[in-house]
């Protein structure tokens, strides 16, 4: 989750559009198609959707969530699964309850294998081939459920490092999905944490969908700081539509720690122009993101002000969703529950226990502050968050200095050089405009031995 966009560019001529609109007809019997940019359900009527993400792998005894989502109006929900790779693995019988408790409750299911998340950059990650081989493994699960089911290969693929190889890797495993028998309409995250703003996805997104023999592919950004105006979020979805390439928002949030998304935006520009979405997320976040929870401990009588919006407030949930018409007028016919794995706990670090050192903010500069995310024998990562003062500024510099003789291994989203135990950290060309008292953070991973204690920052604008 994170990144920038350059300015509104010209839209494409109407021709280019016709060359990439075509494909098979909306109206096959076997499962969700594509046709003309929209996504079909297969009855054939326009199935947008309106749901959230469920973060299923980490909290698998949690299985009134469905019931519960779909009693809030909701018409989908986005499963987080893991292949075993970083977490633990989730059988081709768990994926069969999820989708039976899907159908029960009448949502669509959208499968992700959160394991490639940020691969290139994040330590562990696997590739979209791995996350294919696991999609091959439990294809048991998946086959006869392409009514009900969409398969989103895997999580935000690329951080934002080596994602050139984005289009090739995607397209292949596209066709390696095809040639395993996975007949479901198949969904592609962008690159860069999801956020694409490199264009990466947006620019080659014909020859991805060209690449499946089925045409029957979706395209999914993901939206945090990097889509702050209205003006990114119009331009950015309106290309796919200039081209009648089908895209979703498959997680936004209504704030985040790479800045201000403009949520608000984000749900009148969908709901004018018919782009289904998925909210970040039911509930279960850690690591200083709890503020994106919808429901407080799960219990959807205690919704936060994120939910009170996304499900009750102006062009939400309640006010949008449509089911989908394969349910017809009674509950489809689905296989008998199997027993849910225990609980497996999300990866988190508890907050610090004493605030992290900060420099006051000067009328026209910056603050920056720094926090220890995690920490193992050895190894740590850090996260420092940059705020303008009360005037914008065009871009940052943060300093400090490591007392102990830690090093910086690896970061994102900041260009670091060190000099001894003197480290400077300068934006990236995404994140250094800044409006008054908005915020943009990065991060790395670090080494220490002995002790690794927080070091004063200082924050100097331009």
């Given amino acids: 989750m994170r ?48 749901g959230v993400n469920h973060a299923h792998t980490w909290f698998t005894n949690q299985t009134s969530t469905f019931a519960n989502v779909k009693a809030l109006g909701a018409n989908s929900v986005r499963v987080v699964l893991s292949s075993g790779d970083r977490w633990t693995r989730n059988s081709a019988d768990d994926v069969s309850n999820v989708i039976r408790l899907c159908k029960a409750s009448r949502l669509i299911c959208v499968l992700e294998v959160h394991d490639t998340t940020g691969y290139g950059e994040q330590s562990g990650a696997i590739t979209l081939d791995r996350a294919v ?21 895997g999580n935000e693929p690329y951080g934002n490092q080596n994602y050139s190889a984005w289009t090739t890797d995607t397209s292949n495993a596209i066709r390696r999905l095809r040639n395993g028998g996975i007949g479901h309409t198949i969904m592609v995250d962008g690159p860069n944490w999801g956020q694409d703003w ?21 395209f999914s950004v993901h939206m945090y700081g990097v889509f702050d105006t209205a003006a990114k979020i119009s331009d950015y979805l309106g290309r796919f539509r200039s081209r009648g390439l089908p895209i979703v928002v498959g997680e936004f949030g209504h704030n985040h720690s790479d800045g201000d998304p403009d949520e608000d935006a984000i749900l009148s520009y969908t709901q004018a122009n018919g782009i289904g979405w998925l909210g970040w997320s039911w509930s279960g976040n850690s690591g200083g ?54 609980s497996t706990p999300p990866p988190s670090t508890p907050p610090p226990s004493t605030p992290p050192p900060s420099t006051p903010p000067p009328a026209a500069g910056c603050s920056a502050t720094y926090s220890i995310a995690g920490q193992w024998q050895g190894g740590f990562q850090a996260d420092v968050r940059v705020t303008a003062g009360t005037s914008a500024i065009t871009g940052w510099t943060v300093r400090w200095t490591f007392a102990n003789g830690q090093s910086v291994t690896q970061s994102w989203n900041a260009t670091i050089t060190s000099s001894g135990s003197t480290v400077t950290a300068r934006n990236v060309d995404h994140n250094g405009r800044l409006g008054a008292g908005a915020s943009a953070s990065f991060g790395f991973l670090g080494s220490w031995n002995g002790t690794n204690s927080a070091p004063t920052v200082t924050c100097t604008a331009s």
């Fill in 198 to 218: 490199s264009f990466t996805m947006r620019d080659n997104a014909p020859t991805v969908f060209n690449a499946d023999p089925a045409r029957n592919t979706v």
């Fill in 3 to 50: 990144k920038l966009f350059a300015g509104v560019g010209a839209i494409l001529l109407a021709t280019v559009a016709a060359v990439f609109a075509f494909g098979p007809s909306a109206h096959a019997a076997t499962g969700f198609t594509v046709s003309g940019g929209k996504l079909y359900d297969a009855n054939g009527n326009e199935f947008i959707m309106r």
């Fill in 133 to 153: 081989d696991y999609w091959l493994s439990i294809s048991s699960a998946l086959n006869g459920q392409e009514a009900y089911v969409i398969v989103n290969i």
């Fill in 289 to 342: 993101v709890e503020y994106l929870d919808m429901a407080t401990n799960f219990n959807p009588n205690q919704l936060t002000s994120w939910g009170q919006r996304l499900f009750n407030g102006t062009n939400g949930i309640r006010q949008t969703a449509r089911e989908a018409s394969v349910f017809g007028s009674t509950p489809p016919t689905t296989p008998p529950p199997s027993t849910p794995p225990p």
